[in-house]
C-alpha cells in the first residue's frame, strides 16, 4: 500500500504565494508521474501541474506562469509553488501518484487526501 500525506495549504490573500508538499510513503518500487489536481465547490476535478519521472511538466492553462511543480525523486515527494495565487484558485487540492509496487511494473494511481486553499481578495 501506498500513502500520499499532503502539507501547505492555507488562508491566504490574492496575489499571495502557497507551496505545497505531497511525500508519498510506503511499498513503493517506481514512482512514475505525479501530479496536483484540484476540485472547487460544485465542480469537477481538474488537473493543474503534472510532472513525470525524468521531470517533464504540464500545466492547466489557467496557472501557467504563476505556478511550477516540481519533485524530488529521492524524497518521493512532489512540490507545487503557487504565486500570484487569484480567489479563483480556491480549491482543495490533491496530489496524485502512480505507483509500481513490484518489478512487475503494475502501476495504480493514488490519490492524497486533499488540502484546502483558500484565496481571499
Known amino acids: 500500500q501506498v500513502q500520499l500525506v499532503e502539507s501547505g495549504g492555507g488562508l491566504v490573500q490574492a496575489g499571495g504565494s502557497l507551496r505545497l508538499s505531497c511525500a508519498a510513503s510506503?511499498?513503493?518500487?517506481?514512482?512514475?508521474?505525479m501530479g496536483w489536481y484540484r476540485q472547487a465547490p460544485e465542480k469537477q476535478r481538474e488537473l493543474v501541474a503534472g510532472?513525470?519521472?525524468?521531470?517533464?511538466?504540464n500545466y492547466a492553462d489557467s496557472v501557467k506562469g504563476r505556478f511550477t511543480i516540481s519533485r524530488d525523486n529521492a524524497k518521493n515527494t512532489v512540490y507545487l509553488q503557487m504565486n500570484s495565487l487569484k480567489p479563483e484558485d480556491t480549491a482543495v487540492y490533491y496530489c496524485?501518484?502512480?505507483?509500481?509496487?513490484?518489478?512487475?511494473?503494475?502501476?495504480?494511481?493514488?490519490w492524497g487526501q486533499g488540502t484546502q486553499v483558500t484565496v481571499y481578495s
Open positions: 510532472i513525470a519521472s525524468y521531470g517533464s511538466t
Open positions: 510506503g511499498s513503493i518500487f517506481r514512482l512514475n508521474s
Open positions: 496524485n501518484a502512480v505507483v509500481s509496487s513490484s518489478s512487475r511494473l503494475d502501476f495504480v494511481a493514488y
